[in-house]
């Protein structure tokens, strides 16, 4: 007798599509690995795209999927000092997050739940952007000292219902890690990074490492009496350095100047001096240590420089305003 006609086939097949249909949630969610951002591990939806954004820029992950007519945005943003409960935290997120995003309106009451293991505060409204309509769903999570939001976007709630099952499957598996009682969160002001002053006590071995600059700049030319254009000067470049804890360093450079590559690689020696970070290769270069931010994704050296020859001045010491064209923000994954 064939399977087809198995008096017992079509409870086979029940039992076949049930099994298929208990793997599908655990192969999607195979198909984006885990990610960390802050404080917070999460698996992205299927089908979303995963974009970090500088964190001197905003500071936040964007995870978006979208077709003709619709779209899903969700922004993991960096985790800040929570208030004196979490409903005072929503109402402050609502504020400093949501709010950049969408044309003011009053925060909404949030709803208290569990997520997980952690505690969540969520609540949405609708309003505008661009003469738009948006939607806008913020989730604020708890995280002891600190709180995380998610700001989650779409044209409308209705527009969102197609992205929900997606979205919820993430929210399921986050994992929030419980901010330490010393660690120093993240600040923006104006878009820029704020960066604690350094401790008196960072060494040579605490900066070993791989450490990353990128900068660009174009200055465009015209003639003082017509006005017409008379020429640019564009210069954009990367730079690297490999410090070992022993005092070794190693310099990558790469840049692009009006089109022409540049390409320098050297090898020195690196110490730490009165706060004055001296490197030795074909000649010395020294930068005074401005600041310092650890956060469980990298690490931020703020250096003001680079001095050669001539005494630095004293002012630059004392006076964290004083010469801030020259001062750079070195990143260093962890």
Request: with cysteine.
């Amino acid at each position: 007798m064939s399977p087809i006609q198995n008096s017992n086939g079509g409870a086979l097949r029940r039992s076949a599509y049930l099994l298929f249909a208990a793997v599908i949630p655990s192969v999607a969610l195979a198909l984006q690995a885990p990610r960390t951002w802050d404080l917070v591990t999460y698996h992205p939806p299927t089908g979303f795209s995963v974009v970090e954004k500088p964190v001197g820029n905003v500071g936040h992950v964007e995870l978006t999927k979208a077709s003709s007519s619709s779209y899903c945005i969700i922004a993991i943003h960096t985790s800040t000092p929570s208030a004196s409960d979490l409903s005072a935290s929503f109402a402050a997120e609502w504020q400093a997050v949501a709010l950049k995003t969408i044309n003011p309106v009053a925060a909404p009451s949030p709803t208290i739940t569990n997520l997980g293991a952690t505690r969540a505060a969520t609540g949405s409204a609708s309003s505008t952007v661009g003469g738009q309509p948006i939607w806008a769903k913020l989730v604020v999570l708890d995280a002891g000292p600190s709180v995380l939001s998610l700001l989650i976007v779409a044209p409308n709630q209705r527009a969102f219902q197609t992205y929900q099952a997606d979205v919820d499957q993430m929210l399921s598996s986050l994992i929030v890690r419980q901010a330490t009682p010393g660690q120093v969160p993240a600040q923006v002001s104006d878009g820029r990074l704020i960066i604690p002053p350094a401790p008196g006590t960072l060494s040579v071995a605490d900066l070993a490492g791989e450490w990353g600059l990128s900068e660009g700049i174009t200055t465009r030319y015209v003639d003082r009496y017509t006005g017409a254009p008379a020429g640019y000067d564009s210069l954009h470049f990367t730079n690297k350095w490999t410090i070992s804890s022993e005092g070794g360093i190693s310099l990558d450079f790469f840049a692009i100047r009006n089109g022409k590559k540049i390409i320098e690689k050297s090898t020195g020696t690196v110490a730490l001096v009165g706060g004055v970070l001296i490197i030795k290769m074909t000649n010395m270069q020294r930068y005074v240590v401005r600041g310092w931010l650890e956060r469980p994704e990298l690490t931020v050296l703020k250096l003001n420089g680079p001095w050669y020859d001539a005494p630095i001045p004293a002012n630059i010491f004392t006076n964290p305003d004083q010469g801030a064209n020259l001062d750079q923000n070195w990143v260093r994954k962890q």
